[in-house]
């Protein structure tokens, strides 16, 4: 609904568009032929309203079934916009990165994000920093290191932070909590509660604008999102330069988080990498892995509290796992390896409500698919929500089923949360610990039961319970 409402308020502002609204709406003449089937919607607002009141979801699908199975277009965030569709569309996106098609970020994500980012080259170039980075810090050997660590602090907050036995409590805050504290302690070694507040404080408004229309002002979620995106970046500076001061003092020292490897990367030239640029990187980082991850999480504990038999096969098998170790011995990578089945469940989960909507990019020439013609610099976006419920791909969509994954598990490029190829996301191997590490702790502590029986998830952008979750928990 965010990217909705400041359209609403241009809708109400200005008499200017209901003289649009009522004389030019129409089938877009000016288009060039053979474009996909579908519509730009109104003037000014596109179809902005129409995904705010349907949900991504119902808004894809619907369109599917009117326009075209494979390709259609929309307009949406200020942008004409070819939404590829299905397991071919998948394909032709995530085969064809720096081919046919290079990322996009929308206008307001590229401000609030990084507002000194503005031509493509100097995207490029922030894009290479972290593709230096990105692999060899997310990958699962650089990973394994961290997952006693996750363990351990994944122990103290169902401690500490308020998950009390013979209580309800609501999960949502909680997850969200321990989801943010825990990549502000992975990636720059953050964990004095004051420090995190001042991190977490302006996080939120800075989320919230990063898909908004465009227009700064106070009580825009564009004008907060700005400000906000200056503060968090004011606080990560303070961070990195401290860091890089105390690195030159005492030199590396331990490997006590991803920032210390950050600072040791070099560009061409063998120059260290400016703070700057460093502080992108990690607030990019934070919000590419807070949301989908927390809404993972949040999802995988509420399909557990939903499906009582799913519940008992997860516990199962990390009884087993818990009942292998010694007291107070951490997980370690081999042990996450044994919870297949709970890895399973957590896939299945992200198949009915993915937690990434999918992304945009820009097509860089003119493009050919299914008998379409898309044309050079048109915006694509490509969405799990095109395939992960398509019952030829998937049979019976609805049921929640983690069998699915058994075996060769889906079709390619049917199931794609983590998108595909050359940008699938460097995150997912993090986001499968984070996910599982916590998932162990919490079922082998308690079980858990819905105080809100028909509570749903709802898939608007990203997924969330509809009440955030309130659970009785009960000790074993
Ligand atoms: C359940 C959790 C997650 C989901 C569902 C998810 C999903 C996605 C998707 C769909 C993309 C876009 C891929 C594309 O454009 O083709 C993406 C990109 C990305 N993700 Fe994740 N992600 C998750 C967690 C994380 C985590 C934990 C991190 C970091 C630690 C992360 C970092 C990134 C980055 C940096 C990109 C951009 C990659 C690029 O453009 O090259 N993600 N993610």
């Known amino acids: 609904m965010d990217i909705f409402i400041p359209y609403l308020f241009l809708f109400l502002l200005l008499p200017f568009s209901l003289y649009l609204i009522l004389f030019f709406h129409k089938e877009d003449s000016d288009d060039p032929k053979n474009l996909p089937p579908g519509t730009n919607g109104w003037p000014i607002l596109g179809e902005n309203v129409n995904l705010g009141l349907l949900g991504l979801s119902k808004f894809i699908r619907g369109r599917m079934e009117k326009y075209s199975p494979d390709v259609f277009r929309t307009s949406l965030l200020g942008e004409k916009v070819a939404v590829f569709c299905g397991a071919q569309g998948n394909k032709i996106i995530f085969t064809n990165d720096g081919k046919l098609v ?11 994000l990084v507002p000194d980012l503005d031509d493509s080259s100097s995207y490029k170039e922030g894009f290479d ?14 990973l394994r290191q961290y997952i006693p660590v996750m363990d351990a602090m994944a122990r103290v907050h169902l401690r500490d932070d ?47 604008g990063l898909m908004s229309l465009p227009i700064d002002l106070p009580w825009t979620a564009f004008g907060r999102g700005l400000k906000a995106g200056n503060i968090v970046r004011a606080e990560m500076t303070k961070i990195v330069e401290a860091r890089r001061e105390e690195m030159m003092r005492k030199g590396r020292g331990e490997d006590r988080d991803m920032l210390s490897k950050m600072l040791e990367v070099k560009d061409e030239e063998g120059k260290f990498i400016s703070v700057k ?19 993972a999480t949040n999802a ?20 087993a796992i818990a009942k292998s170790k010694a007291p107070g011995e951490n997980l370690t990578w081999e042990d996450v390896d044994k919870m297949k089945y709970s890895w ?3 896939r299945e989960v992200l198949r009915l409500v993915p937690t990434t909507p999918g992304t945009f990019k820009e097509a860089m020439t003119d493009i050919s698919f299914a008998g379409f013609t898309i044309p050079k610099g048109m915006k694509t976006f490509w969405t799990p929500h095109s395939s992960h419920l398509n019952p030829e791909y ?55 039961k819905k105080v809100i029986p028909h509570e749903k998830m709802v898939v608007e952008f990203s997924a969330s319970p509809s009440h955030g979750l309130h659970l009785h928990l009960y000790p074993h």
């Open 102 to 112: 290079t990322p996009w970020l929308p206008l307001s994500l590229k401000k609030v």
């Open 394 to 448: 998937f049979p019976e969509p609805e049921k929640f089923d983690p069998s699915r994954f058994e075996g060769s598990g889906p079709a390619p490029y049917t199931y794609v949360p983590f998108g595909g190829g050359a940008r699938m996301c460097p995150g997912r191997v993090y986001a499968k610990l984070a996910i599982l590490v916590l998932m162990h702790n919490l079922v082998t502590k308690f079980r858990f």
């Open 277 to 295: 640029k460093i502080v992108n990187l990690f607030v990019g980082l934070l919000v590419a892995s807070f949301d989908s991850t927390a809404s």
């Open 162 to 208: 308020g998950w009390k036995p013979h209580f309800a409590v609501k999960v949502q805050p909680l997850i969200n909590k321990y989801t943010f504290e825990l990549s502000c302690r992975l990636f720059f070694n953050v964990t004095d509660p004051e420090k995190l507040q001042t991190l977490s404080g302006p996080f939120g408004p800075m989320r919230n």
């Open 344 to 346: 399973n469940v957590a």
């Open 129 to 142: 920093v972290f593709n230096k980075f990105k692999y060899d810090t997310l990958k699962p050997e650089a």
């Open 300 to 319: 995988m504990v509420f399909y557990l509290a939903e499906y009582p038999h799913v519940y008992e096969e997860v516990l199962k098998e990390q009884m």
